[in-house]
């Protein structure tokens, strides 16, 4: 019922641009906050940077200064612009929806949504 979707991963060079974008559709009433995180192969998930519905924002200590997140509430959209990307940046990127409110034929339910991942490469 709910879908949470990102884009814009790829293949660029040190020092290189992206900017991820995210969406989540649905009957969607409300969605707390949303966030990045990224999986490293043989790492753990980590937070990248979240964003509260009121603008609030939080960042990890190796993205602040290069990484700005940025939201549309009323598109339910999340933004990631990644700049000054380093090889260390490569990971498949997770965008969360964070106590999403939705309504399903039996009424209204809060839960966690995560998207299926973009893969963002940062090689020479």
């Known amino acids: 019922q709910v879908q949470v979707v990102e884009s814009g991963g790829g293949l660029v060079q040190p020092g290189g641009s992206l900017r991820l974008s995210c969406a989540a559709s649905?009957?969607?009433?409300?969605?707390?906050?949303m966030g990045w995180y990224r999986q490293a192969p043989g790492k753990q998930r980590e937070l990248v940077a979240s964003?509260?519905?009121?603008?609030?924002?939080n960042y990890a200590d190796f993205v602040k200064e290069r990484f700005t997140i940025s939201r549309d509430n009323a598109k339910n959209t999340v933004y990631l612009q990644m700049n000054s990307l380093k090889p260390e940046d490569t990971a498949v990127y997770y965008c969360?929806?964070?106590?999403?409110?939705?309504?399903?034929?039996?009424?209204?339910?809060?839960?966690?949504?995560w998207g299926q991942g973009t893969q963002v490469t940062v090689s020479s």
């Open positions: 964003i509260t519905r009121g603008g609030s924002t």
């Open positions: 969360n929806a964070d106590r999403v409110t939705y309504r399903s034929t039996f009424g209204f339910y809060t839960r966690d949504y």
């Open positions: 649905g009957s969607i009433f409300s969605i707390n906050a």
